[in-house]
């Protein structure tokens, strides 16, 4: 909680958990107040002249309100994703009730929208330090931060929140908010597809607990630039069956689930019909609904699958599918989406712990306790090794092994943490990570990078050659990745090929090229022939070049080229 009082001493103006700004008059005790704020507030000025109030919000944001009006006339905000300890500010807490331990699970990375450069993440209400640890930290809000500017553009709810509905229950207990455990965007950002998850407190249930699981696909509108709600799928894999991971296809507006029923189901955009009749909207246009277009079994011989990680190819013709359970090692599919068959991958089971999964153009990237390629048309291996010792994933930090692919440009990077030890002994290891950048066919990495922090989220950055990285400080930098430049070495002279020498040796033309621009004093220029200079060819010569006999014996196209070239250039045929 925190309040201040204006100059005159007539008002004190409070806020707290309850994300309600409350103003008291002490002379009437009548009371003002400002609700639905969207988030605790953590501190509270007025300004000298009594004419504006700064608040600090618990989402790392912050506004100024006039006080006539009570209305933002300036606001700022910051990433909104959970930051780690090392900045917390301990403050002490009295719970009002007996809040129970509250289960939070960790997010995936951030999605970046297509072409747009923009960073959708999703976030809680309360993302502070001074918040306390024991209120529920569920991921319930869409924050779309330009990565350009780093401002903030939208934020918006994904789910029931505490701004709308009401959050304590019959017994004085704290209701939590459903969690956002998945999110992918569409490569032009115009869809949005989230899973979200809420389980009622156990002390509230008698026999069963009954977990609500909501599969929703949005549509950015145009003009607002916010996602609406287009459809909502209750259950998508069956009761009480959650939800493991999510991909959506490179090319078209299509999605695919795999679920704890160890089935994959594709999920496709059609019109809304009425009445057999289309749907249309205020401006005439056609109005989707998402629908299960087929559902596939992977079979993997066990009865749940626990964790899984799935990946569209680039062309969308396939779709790998990793899955485990704690009696069975990870076990990779490859899936035909418009065939609806599944086979194993012919390079067995992945031991260890799988991070990630990725296809680019017939390669497939698995990132587990090693980093391995595979050629997925030829059958091979293309290369595989274990990571370094100082780079091996921790087992006590394994979301901080990551990885990002970027089909578009047919790289992906990989962040793995290490501990640096410091030069001296009396301090501390220092947590870190280390962004490597690959190309699919090259074992060396184009593009090595060292953060100060742990790396807590990586994503490409749609069309740009370059990723996102976000760390334990919730703070977010750009990485583009160039190309390796190739080292100087001296190569044999190689015989000419097709036109490569039809004017002459290239260095001395090369030179010759110089000398005149040095002379012309120019960046380029264009050589002109003399008439007398131009080889004269008979019309007899040039029928022998292109009717060198029957249509069966006629020679390629590149062949007859080159033969016409020589001949008006003057040199014989070799």
Not at 4 to 17: E, K, Q, T, V
Not at 408 to 423: G, N, V
Not at 534 to 547: G, H, K, M, P, Y
Request: glycine share 6%; charged share 20%; hydrophobic share 40%.
């Amino acid at each position: 909680m925190s309040a201040d009082a204006n100059r005159s001493g007539n008002y004190i103006i409070s806020g707290g958990l309850e994300t309600v700004l409350l103003i008291w008059q002490l002379e009437t005790g009548s009371q003002r107040t400002l609700p639905h704020l969207g988030a605790p507030l953590e501190s509270i000025v007025v300004s000298p002249t009594g004419t504006n109030y700064a608040i600090q919000l618990a989402d790392n944001s912050a506004m100024i309100l006039s006080t006539a009006e009570l209305k933002p006339t300036f606001s700022v905000a910051g990433v909104q994703v959970p930051a780690g300890q090392s900045g917390r500010l301990k403050l002490p807490y009295i719970p009002n009730v007996d809040v129970p331990k509250v289960q939070t699970q960790k997010l995936r990375s951030p999605i970046i929208a297509g072409q747009s450069n923009h960073l959708l993440c999703a976030v809680s209400s309360a993302t502070s330090s001074r918040v306390p640890s024991t209120l529920p930290s569920n991921a319930s809000y869409l924050q779309t931060i330009d990565v350009a500017s780093s401002q903030q553009i939208s934020r918006q709810a994904l789910t029931r929140t505490k701004a709308t509905d009401l959050n304590v229950g019959p017994e004085a207990n704290t209701i939590e908010e459903p969690n956002v455990v998945l999110m992918q965007v569409s490569r032009n950002g115009d869809w949005l597809a989230t899973v979200d998850e809420w389980t009622p407190p156990k002390r509230d249930m008698t026999a069963i607990t009954r977990r609500e699981v909501y599969l929703k696909f949005w549509s950015r509108n145009s003009d607002s630039k916010v996602y609406e709600l287009v459809s909502r799928i209750d259950d998508p894999h069956t009761s009480d069956n959650r939800v493991l991971d999510l991909a959506v296809a490179p090319g078209t507006y299509k999605f695919a689930t795999v679920g704890e029923d160890s089935l994959v189901r594709v999920w496709v955009a059609r019109l809304r019909m009425r009445d057999g009749s289309i749907v249309k909207d205020q401006q005439g246009g056609h109005l989707l609904d998402w629908k299960c277009n087929a559902t596939i079994s992977i079979d993997l011989g066990i009865a749940r699958s626990t964790t899984a990680r799935m990946a569209y190819s680039s062309d969308e013709s396939c779709l790998a599918v990793a899955c485990t359970s704690p009696l069975s090692p990870w076990t990779i599919k490859i899936i035909d989406p418009e065939l609806g068959t599944s086979k194993n991958c012919p390079y067995g089971p992945v031991s260890g712990s799988l991070y990630g999964l990725g296809i680019i153009d017939k390669y497939l990237i698995v990132l587990s306790d090693q980093l391995l390629v595979w050629d997925l048309v030829n059958q091979q291996l293309l290369y595989g090794f274990t990571l370094a010792p100082e780079l091996h994933p921790s087992k006590e930090l394994p979301t901080l092994n990551l990885l990002a692919v970027n089909t578009e440009h047919r790289t992906f990077a990989i962040a793995l943490p290490y501990t640096k030890k410091p030069s001296s002994g009396s301090r501390p290891p220092q947590l870190r990570s280390k962004v490597m950048v690959f190309e699919p066919t090259n074992p060396a990495p184009i593009f090595v990078s060292s953060a100060l922090l742990p790396v807590t989220a990586l994503a490409a950055a749609g069309s740009r050659h370059s990723y996102i990285t976000v760390d334990l400080d919730a703070q977010f930098r750009t990485i583009t990745a160039g190309r390796a430049k190739s080292q100087t070495t001296t190569v044999a002279p190689t015989p000419a090929r097709g036109l490569q020498q039809i004017y002459g040796n290239h260095s001395q033309t090369k030179d010759m090229v110089d000398q005149e621009a040095e002379r012309a004093d120019a960046a380029s220029f264009n050589v002109q022939f003399r008439a007398e200079d131009a080889a004269v060819v008979s019309r007899e010569r040039l029928a022998e070049v292109l009717d060198p006999g029957p249509r069966h014996a006629m020679p390629p196209v590149t062949e007859l080229f080159e033969r016409v070239a020589r001949l008006f250039a003057g040199r014989q045929e070799p």
